[in-house]
């Protein structure tokens, strides 16, 4: 997986921070948005994140999560 990738969210997540949705839960499973970045480093030193890929899901929401959470289409 790599930034610019289209990602589709294949298992049930529930997020607490949708904009239309706040402080609620709300379950993005099939929700589909694009990775616009990957934690792997932090100020030049590698790091291991829990939650590394960054999607984009709309203008105002994007999400950390794992990679076993998305599929690429």
Do not use: C
């Given at each position: 997986?790599?930034?610019?990738?289209?990602?589709?969210?294949?298992?049930?997540?529930?997020v607490y921070h949708h904009p239309e949705h706040r402080?609620?839960?709300?379950d993005i499973k099939g929700t589909e948005g694009d990775v616009i970045g990957i934690a792997t480093?932090?100020?030049?030193?590698?790091?291991?994140?829990?939650?590394?890929?960054?999607v984009q899901f709309s203008k105002k929401?994007?999400?950390h999560?794992?990679?076993?959470?998305?599929?690429i289409i």
């Amino acid at each position: 997986m790599k930034v610019g990738d289209r990602v589709r969210v294949k298992d049930s997540v529930v997020v607490y921070h949708h904009p239309e949705h706040r402080n609620q839960p709300f379950d993005i499973k099939g929700t589909e948005g694009d990775v616009i970045g990957i934690a792997t480093q932090w100020r030049e030193r590698p790091v291991s994140a829990n939650l590394p890929i960054l999607v984009q899901f709309s203008k105002k929401f994007k999400a950390h999560l794992r990679e076993n959470e998305l599929e690429i289409i």
